[in-house]
């Protein structure tokens, strides 16, 4: 249906464009362009198609920080982007389009071949794709069978009449190259895929799902009873998790209404990032939007689902709401239906109108770009437009419910035109994409100078028609409004006691595997033990059994490694033997966390009272550490109690959550101003300084918490002036 045709005919402010008006982002006329952000003065050379009868002296060179007249041999110099390739437009005298390109470094000729590429860029929706690929399409486009004709039909065309860009109508055989074009692009013949793998570590038990995958989310169980969701769809999603009955005594009992709801709502991203590309990318793109998704799928956190206290299973309704086609889906409450609206509606706005309003600004390989439209969760700005939209277009919540979503595209467009109110909020919105990517302080006149730069698009009103080129929309094609999942909770089959336990270096813990269904049976098992041995490893007593083994025994040894501090798994999987079969029973874990022979302490030196004068002066403390843990490295964090004096503390960096300085010096200095003069008798003030023992996880973080949850930390305290350490006055 081509989604795209309402952003592009909507968006691409153009003086007498029919139907377009852009006064929701154009408040006065251009400006200079704002300071900041890093540039470049870029040089470039235009060249005009053979049979066109224009000089380049006649022709302005334009992109979103200011324009430039070339010489007479088509050489220019502009500000632009170091991060380039950068949106530019070349206008003759009357300001009608006439050549475009993405301006940078390697790509600095103006003329047919980059049009071409320009018009393909915004047809195609590579702006939809994440950085770096969006520039590595404009390059590999030009050799692609069919893409001659496009530039082919530029040139005849502008040969024919130097102003035959200015509107569709001019250009009628440039608008049916490129939807020929574009049409064969994504032609579904791509036969290149990337096998989608999960990406976390996961431990399944106890928990039933029917069905396991919809519309591009799958529902993963977790160890002990949980789930979560891993999306493989550019099409962010909402889960409504509720309790809908639970097994007693033999008897399906409906959970109370009171007990619904007690999951909060879950938000589930849309994919971003392309992921591992094995064939070209010409090819890897038409496997995209033809379905063979090879965006980098993500998962979200485990949601822990209660079994009823004595009950041999509980059940959950799991409901999953999104921008779908497919009306056909479970009767949803006022609540999910409210949610999936605003879902749609901040994906068209997120995925499609504002990265193809901000491609006219700012560099399109900026990757910053990416980082400010990933999935909000509906917050701030984007919530109060989401909002504003709904509640002002009402006929947008009735296209969404028949699945229109290509409709409502272009009717959210319309609205955003219609309103000063909601078009404000949208450029918003583009402000903080180009804050950003490029540091402005204000980017009003960035957004103004777009207006200017859109008028080359006027073209693709007609070569859009038809043309299904977006992978958000072929995802959202292929999804449903709401999909229902209904999981089963059940009681662990196999037990693995204790569960957790943790051990200082050397020792050891024993751990038994019990299967409470074969009490009193004389059941025979075989027990498959594993364990990830980072920090300790297990042995059942039979010579050459560590770590991973098939066993006839219940029982390990897990012994901890004589250094090093950190968490091993250990799994067993049970299976009943029966002649010559073995029957999987089911899997248990058990979490060793391993920490150095007790904790460490530290002392302050100086540990007593520091007077210092109103002259101010300087103190230097130094940590000293008892008992060190042994395998990991330390570091030291110091800080200073109220507003009085400053820390020096070379090295060092402020942690944001504890407001310590964090360093590998374990001195710090103290430094209290000097007064002049010296106040009157009986002023000043107290403090303290404190320190901290910080180390280096074994993941390369650094953290102040050791086993236990204890902080390891001391400190001192000084006195200024007048005032004494306890706060009294000197005598």
Known sequence: MGLLLGAATALAGCSGAAGTNVAPFVAKAPGAPVSGGATVMQQGHIVLPPGVALSAQSLTVTNSLGSTTPVANGSFTLLAYSGGPQYTLVTDKAGSPVLAGFLGPASTTLDSLSTAKVFVYFAAAFYTLPSPFRSQMVDAIASE??????????????????????NASGAGSVAAALATFVTALYAPNSTSSVARQLRAR?????????????????????????????????????????????VASGATTPTPKSVLDVVPPQQIPATSGL?????????????????????TPVDTSTIPLALEPGSASTTYNVTVVGAGLDVSTPALTSEQSTAQKKLVVQQLVQDIVVPFIVSFIIPINSAQIDNFLSFTGGNGVI????????????????????????????????????????????QQIVAGVIQ????????????????????????????????DMSVVEHDILSSDQADLFVVTVTPDTVKLSPATATLDNGASQALTTGVPAASGTAATFAY????????????DGISGHEDNFTSSSNVVTYVANATGAGVDTVTVSVAQISGQNRIPIGSAHATMTVQPSGLPS???????????????????????????????????????????????????TLNAQTHYLVGPSDSATLNMPDVEPSPTSGTGFNGAISAELWFVTASGQLSNTFPGGKLV??????GYGDVTCSGGLLP
Do not use: M
């Open 436 to 467: 950003s990517a490029t540091n402005f302080a204000t980017a009003q006149a960035a957004i103004e100078k777009a207006n200017s730069l859109t008028n080359t698009l006027n073209i693709l009103s007609g070569a859009l028609v038809g043309i």
């Open 275 to 295: 992921g591992n590309v094995s064939s070209s990318l010409i090819t890897a793109v038409q496997g995209l939007f033809s379905g063979a998704t090879q965006y």
């Open 145 to 166: 069978p069919g893409f001659a004709s496009v530039q082919s039909a530029i040139e005849t065309a502008l040969a024919a009449n130097p102003e035959a860009l200015a």
């Open 383 to 426: 919530a109060d437009l989401v909002g504003a939209i709904t509640t002002t277009a009402p006929q947008v919540s009735a296209l969404i419910d028949a699945g229109d979503v290509g409709d409502a595209l272009i009717l959210i467009v319309n609205t955003i035109e219609s309103s000063n109110s909601i078009g404000g909020l949208l």
């Open 528 to 539: 498959t033990w594993s364990n990830t041995a980072a920090f300790g490893h297990i042995f």
């Open 602 to 652: 530290i002392s302050l030196d100086p540990s007593g009272c520091v007077q210092f004068p109103f002259t101010g002066g300087s103190q230097t403390y130094t940590v000293t550490v008892t008992n060190p843990p042994a395998g990991v490295t330390l570091e030291y964090g110091f800080a200073i109690a109220g507003n009085h004096g400053t820390l020096s503390d070379p090295g060092a």
């Open 202 to 246: 996961r431990f399944p038990q106890d928990v039933t799902l029917s069905p396991s995958t919809a519309s591009g989310v799958t529902v993963i169980q977790d160890f002990p009873n949980g789930i979560h969701f891993h999306n493989t769809f550019r099409r962010a999603a909402e889960a409504f998790i509720d309790e809908v009955s639970f």
């Open 713 to 718: 930390d001391a400190s001192a305290l000084w």
